[in-house]
C-alpha cells in the first residue's frame, strides 16, 4: 500500500512570493492534515480538511490556506512568505469515521521550504 | 489549553540499555494518545497507540507505553535499545474535546535519543 506522497521535496522562494504545496493521502483515507515543523518550535497543526471542506485550523494567520480536491489530495498555499515561515511542512492522512473522528495519522516525508 | 510535554530533550544511552521517555498531557477528559518515531532522513513512523481498554499497549519493534490515567501520563519504554533505535521521538495526543480539539494532532517536544553500539 501506497503511503502518503509529497511534491515538491524542497521548495526556496523569497520573503513575499507564495508557495504551494501537495499532498497526496493513502488511498481509502478522506481526512488530509498539515503540520508545520520549524526549528526550535516543534510540530504544530496547520490545517485539517476532509471531504473538501475545512474542519478545523491551527493558531496560524489567514495567509496559510488550502483545499482538497475531490480525489482527496491537498493543497497548501502560504502567500506573502516570510523567513519565518522555512520548516518542514508535513502532511498526514487518516480514515476519518464520522462518530469517531479522532483517529490516529499517517504522515508523509514532508515538503522542505525554504524562504530566502 | 491542552497540551503535551516531553521530560527529556536528549537522552544517551548504551546498546542493551533499557529506555523510559516520560510524556505528560494537561486534560482532564478523554484523549487518545501515541507516539510517533523520526529516524534520520525518515518521515514519522506510528510506534503505538492508546485509545481505550489495556492501559498496556505494545507496538512496534519491541516498544510499549503505559497509560496512567491518574498520573496523566504515557511513557515509553523498552527493555533493551539497539543502535538503530537512534532517531526522535514525539508523544501525541488526540483531545477528545469537541470542536475545534477534532483531528489536532498535539504534540510534545521530542526526544532525541542515541543509542552508541
Known amino acids: 500500500e501506497a503511503g502518503v506522497t509529497q511534491s515538491p521535496t524542497h521548495l526556496i522562494k523569497t520573503r513575499g512570493q507564495q508557495a504551494t504545496l501537495r499532498c497526496s493521502p493513502i488511498s481509502g483515507h478522506t481526512s488530509v492534515y498539515w503540520y508545520q515543523q520549524a526549528l526550535g518550535l516543534g510540530l504544530q497543526f496547520l490545517l485539517w480538511?476532509?471531504?473538501?471542506?475545512?474542519?478545523n485550523r491551527g493558531n496560524f494567520p489567514p495567509r496559510f490556506s488550502g483545499r482538497q480536491f475531490p480525489n482527496y489530495s491537498s493543497e497548501l498555499n502560504v502567500n506573502a512568505l516570510e523567513l519565518e515561515d522555512s520548516a518542514l511542512y508535513l502532511c498526514?492522512?487518516?480514515?476519518?469515521?464520522?462518530?469517531?473522528?479522532?483517529?490516529?495519522?499517517?504522515f508523509g516525508p514532508g515538503t522542505r521550504l525554504t524562504v530566502l | 489549553a491542552q497540551s503535551v510535554s516531553q521530560h527529556n530533550h536528549h537522552v544517551i544511552l548504551s546498546e542493551a540499555a533499557s529506555l523510559e521517555l516520560g510524556c505528560n498531557y494537561s486534560y482532564g477528559g478523554t484523549v487518545n494518545l501515541f507516539w510517533y518515531v523520526q529516524y534520520p532522513g525518515q518521515h514519522l513512523q506510528l510506534l503505538l497507540k492508546y485509545f481505550s481498554g489495556d492501559p498496556l499497549v505494545k507496538g512496534i519493534k519491541g516498544f510499549e507505553a503505559e497509560f496512567i490515567k491518574s498520573k496523566f501520563s504515557f511513557n515509553l519504554r523498552k527493555p533493551s535499545v539497539q543502535w538503530s533505535d537512534t532517531a526522535e521521538y514525539f508523544c501525541?495526543?488526540?483531545?477528545?474535546?469537541?470542536?475545534?480539539?477534532?483531528?489536532?494532532?498535539?504534540f510534545g517536544q521530542g526526544t532525541i535519543l542515541t543509542v552508541h553500539p
Open positions: 480538511y476532509d471531504e473538501g471542506e475545512e474542519r
Open positions: 498526514a492522512s487518516s480514515p476519518v469515521d464520522r462518530w469517531a473522528p479522532n483517529n490516529e495519522q499517517f
Open positions: 501525541a495526543a488526540l483531545f477528545n474535546a469537541g470542536g475545534t480539539s477534532y483531528g489536532k494532532l498535539t
